[in-house]
């Protein structure tokens, strides 16, 4: 299955104003069924970066570079991450 990986800028700047404590993740893998939020991810066999350019977002969410690949991951830190299911 396809993933797409990217950072949320906007969990950037909202997680500068926060305590560690409280930071939120700010990396999303998207699959057709899922978004899963962490604070870093190992993928683990071979992905392509791509840049939509500026006029041209890849994602409906405005992300304009993303890295995709069909390969596994790792989240690296189980304890800190969330999945939502796409309805």
């Known amino acids: 299955m396809k993933k797409r990986i990217h950072i949320n800028q906007h ?13 939120e993740p700010v990396i999303t893998i998207k699959t ?8 870093e ?3 683990l066999g ?5 840049y939509g ?3 041209k977002p890849i994602l409906p969410c405005g992300a304009r570079v ?4 069909e390969a596994p ?7 800190d991450y969330i999945e939502a299911e796409l309805k």
């Open 11 to 23: 969990k950037i700047r909202s997680n500068s104003k926060k305590p560690d404590s409280e930071r």
């Open 32 to 39: 057709s069924k899922s978004n899963t939020y962490c604070h």
């Open 41 to 43: 991810v190992k993928v």
């Open 46 to 50: 071979e992905c392509t970066i791509k």
């Open 53 to 55: 350019g500026n006029d």
């Open 66 to 69: 993303v890295i995709e690949t």
């Open 73 to 79: 991951y790792e989240i690296v830190k189980p304890e």
